[in-house]
Nanobody, 114 residues
Framework: QVQLVESGGGLVQPGGSLRLSCAAS????????MGWYRQAPGKQREYIAS???????NYANSVKGRFTISRDNAVNTVYLQMNSLKPEDTAVYYC????????WGQGTQVYVAS
C-alpha cells in the first residue's frame, strides 16, 4: 500500500513559479517510477512528467523546458518545479506511483492568473 500526499499548490501570476511536492509512504517508493498528471476543469486528466526509479525523466511537450521533475528517495518525495507558468497550466495536479499497481494522491490545486 502506498499513500501519496501532494502539497505546494496555490495562486501564482503568469510567468511565476511553483514547486509541488509529493510525499509517499510505503517501502516501494524507491523501486517505482513516479509521475505527475493534471486535470483542468472540463478536461481529462493528462500526463505531465515522469521519473524512473533510476532518475530517467520524460515530459509532455506542453511543459518541456518549463517543468522539472525530480525525486529524493531518502525522503520518499517527488517534486515538480514549475517555471514560466501560464494560465493554461491551471489545474489540479496529481502525483502517481507507477508500478504493478498504480497509486494516486488527492491532488493539489494550481491557479495561474493575474
Amino acid at each position: 500500500q502506498v499513500q501519496l500526499v501532494e502539497s505546494g499548490g496555490g495562486l501564482v501570476q503568469p510567468g511565476g513559479s511553483l514547486r509541488l511536492s509529493c510525499a509517499a509512504s510505503g517501502s516501494i517508493f524507491s523501486r517505482n517510477a513516479m509521475g505527475w498528471y493534471r486535470q483542468a476543469p472540463g478536461k481529462q486528466r493528462e500526463y505531465i512528467a515522469s521519473i524512473s526509479s533510476g532518475g530517467l525523466t520524460n515530459y509532455a511537450n506542453s511543459v518541456k523546458g518549463r517543468f522539472t521533475i525530480s525525486r529524493d528517495n531518502a525522503v520518499n518525495t517527488v517534486y515538480l518545479q514549475m517555471n514560466s507558468l501560464k494560465p493554461e497550466d491551471t489545474a489540479v495536479y496529481y502525483c502517481a506511483s507507477i508500478g504493478v499497481q498504480n497509486y494516486w494522491g488527492q491532488g493539489t490545486q494550481v491557479y495561474v492568473a493575474s
